[in-house]
């Protein structure tokens, strides 16, 4: 099982970028994907998180209202839409999915609960 990260890079604060997460060797109809990221000197934390079976989207405080989580069933991929980005959103943002199908609400917040990972992709966001 493999996800792929891919789209970031280097953009202003206030601009936009858009994140796209494909997975190959499993179809994840049934699981919650999700992104995270870390920033150096900080732990990894959840910025949001999208279950197919209804399509129900969750967000970290710190991004809602900016980011936009979807994914594409067809393609089994996912993307996380970044707007207004801030100098705080600057970090490695991973791709995750997690097949345990118990899991409710905060509990998407928590890495320890996603099964897979991509590699990451960097995001800077300059002042």
């Known amino acids: 099982v493999q996800l792929q990260a891919s789209g970031g890079g280097l953009v202003q604060a206030g601009g936009s970028l858009r994140l796209s997460c494909a997975a190959s060797?499993?179809?994840?109809?049934?699981?919650?994907m999700g992104w995270f990221r870390q920033a150096p000197g900080k732990e990894r934390e959840f910025v949001a998180a999208?279950?197919?079976?209804?399509?129900?989207?969750y967000y970290a405080d710190s991004v809602k209202g900016r980011f936009t989580i979807s994914g594409d069933n067809a393609k089994n991929a996912v993307y996380l839409q970044m707007n207004s980005l801030k100098r705080e959103d600057t970090a490695v943002y991973y791709c995750?999915?997690?097949?345990?199908?118990?899991?409710?609400?905060?509990?998407?917040?928590?890495?320890?609960?996603?099964?897979?990972w991509g590699q990451g992709t960097q995001v800077t966001v300059s002042s």
């Open positions: 995750a999915a997690t097949t345990n199908i118990f899991l409710r609400g905060k509990d998407y917040y928590s890495p320890g609960n996603y099964d897979y």
């Open positions: 060797g499993r179809t994840f109809s049934r699981d919650t």
């Open positions: 999208i279950s197919w079976s209804g399509g129900t989207t």
